[in-house]
């Protein structure tokens, strides 16, 4: 057996101080956060976080970049191997943003809940991810709709409902919450289903 590579010291002291500003930013906000929470909650010098981070909100952008890229690669991964029908496309894009949200419901809350505290730049960064992330769910009720499998008026609006059901799983979901965010998944996943469905 070979012992695992240790991460170069940069790449440690990264991680940290993002978990330690998931930890933060989701027990105080980010408003009631200071940069010395961040820093004693990493085990760190407040200094020492301004070598890796000239601001908390650089610290919000990155794990906001973060969740929704882990976001995205999930639903590419779901629908990689669909079959080519709206409906298990649907089913499988749903099934991965719930147990995303669920599973990551810390990450998901700050992400969502604090785009308001993103400087300008840098949120039109984290909007362009939503946007592709809201375009390939679209995608798939468009193509629905053209094959008759699916009966929406507006797919932006029922893009718009599925997501937020989607989204809002973080809000509530904890991780003993008696459901298993794969159950839960599925059942959200027919609901969409039952939802659009013609």
Known sequence: MSAAIP?????????????????????????????????????????????????????????SLEGHRATMASLDAAVH?????????????????????ALGHTTARIVNYELEALTPEHRVEVELWRSRIQDSLIDILER????????????????????????????WFRDDAGTAATDLAREFADLAVRMVRA
Do not use: N, Q
Not at 34 to 57: F, L
Not at 146 to 164: N, Y
């Open 144 to 171: 629905g709709c053209h094959a008759g499998e699916f009966a929406v008026g507006d797919t932006h609006v029922a893009a718009s409902a599925i997501a937020g059901m989607g989204v809002d799983v973080a809000r």
């Open 7 to 63: 991460a170069p010291p940069a790449r440690a002291a990264r991680d940290r101080l993002l978990d330690a500003a998931r930890t933060s930013f989701a027990d105080k906000g980010f408003h009631g956060t200071t940069t010395r929470d961040i820093a004693a909650a990493a085990g760190m010098s407040p200094a020492a976080v301004y070598v890796h981070h000239r601001t908390k909100e650089s610290l919000l952008h990155e794990l």
């Open 81 to 101: 191997d669909c079959p080519d029908d709206a409906v298990a496309l649907l089913h499988a894009w749903v099934t991965a943003f719930v147990t995303g949200h």
